[in-house]
């Protein structure tokens, strides 16, 4: 039988990484070729255009569209400031004049002679783009941003919540096997990455959270936990842009999970450096991984040495160990029992090679091989 290749998260000790650092619009690029930058370097900066709000001009004056013009005070492109008057009526006696005030700071959008509306924008919001890690730059992108390469140590997550931080890693564990409890998070972690093993609970990560950590990686989670942390239910959305207080990775799934022994080894390893992490996660068509960066420029002479150091296998085979990581079986481990040979149809009724898997506690289910992982023994 041939093999059937299954990927895998990465885990290495020595890799070249890129990252593409892109403004959401056009704007000005503050590196040159060849910058050396760290995680907090602004690399571009622009504005973003402010909330437009309409206001009905012709129904609060009570005028015809076309006549709005003579009742404004104020033209497109003019400055206003939060309750300053807009547009007014004339009546014979002032008392009963009807001042029309606007409801924000910004400018006149626009006037129309056609449906008598005012659009009025708020002022624009300032963007700054930063490095994200501790870089190069290895290319500019003209009015949108740059690519930045660094050698580093590379690890990826299952599942995350928070978006990009940069602070010192801690191993607060003395085993992957061993719970991040309550009394393990200190005050003394403030600001800092703190690794855990197998799993975190949502009392101690809110321990976390009042203690100003920066972010926690740990191999499990209680995906219940999930929607009272976040207030609502994450569903199947990219992740990445939540504002708990930290950044949340998993390394290994939902649940009580220990953290592959190499996983940890190379956190203890990188004990005290400086990480970029991002919490980013889609599990759908495009996959995004949580991630952990841990640049290290002493890497560099290392590069005509071989290819990167790390541990990823592709041939799946009977016995392995497998991650789910689509649904219904979402971040649930199992083992592959069987691989047969013919396509399988499916529920949406595409025919696909599927593995029998069965679960730790002895239940079976048919999986399509795209929707696992291989997990490291």
Known sequence: MGHAYTPGLRVTERTLIRKKRILPIQGNILVNLGDKVNSDTIIARTELP?????????????????????????????????????????????????????????????????TGQVLLREEPQPLEL???????????????GAIVE??????????????????????????????????????????KIIVGGSY???IALKKAIELGVKGIV?????????????????????????KIGLTLILTEGFGRINMAQKTFELFCSKQGKKASISGATQIRAGVIR???????????????????????????????QIRIIREPYFGKLARVK?????????????????????FPDGKIAIIPRANVELLEE
């Open 50 to 114: 402010g909330k437009v709000h309409t206001v009905n001009v012709v129904n609060l004056l009570s005028i015809a569209p076309e006549d709005i013009n003579h009742y404004m005070l104020k033209k497109v492109g003019d400055k206003i400031e939060k309750n300053e008057a807009i547009a007014e009526s004339k009546p014979i006696i002032k008392w009963f004049k009807t001042v029309i005030k606007s409801s924000i700071k910004g400018s006149v959008e626009n006037v129309s002679e056609i």
């Open 130 to 144: 930063k490095a994200y890690i501790d870089s190069e730059v290895v290319q500019v992108i003209e009015k949108e």
């Open 150 to 191: 660094t050698y580093c140590s590379f690890i990826q997550g299952i599942f995350g919540i928070g978006g990009e931080i940069n602070a010192i890693i801690q191993v607060v564990v003395k085993s992957p096997e061993q719970e991040l409890t309550v009394d393990l998070i200190l005050p003394e972690h403030k600001d």
């Open 200 to 202: 975190v609970s949502s």
């Open 218 to 242: 740990v191999g499990g989670f209680d995906d219940k936990d999930l929607k009272s942390l976040l207030g609502y239910d994450l569903g199947v959305a990219i992740t990445g842009t939540e």
């Open 290 to 320: 949580p991630e952990i960066i841990i640049s290290d420029p002493s890497l560099r002479s290392q590069r005509d040495s071989g290819a990167e150091e790390g541990w990823e296998r592709g041939a799946l085979k009977e016995g392995d």
């Open 338 to 358: 069987a691989l047969p040979n013919e396509l399988t149809k499916i529920e949406t009724e595409s025919p696909v090679r599927v593995l029998s898997a069965e």
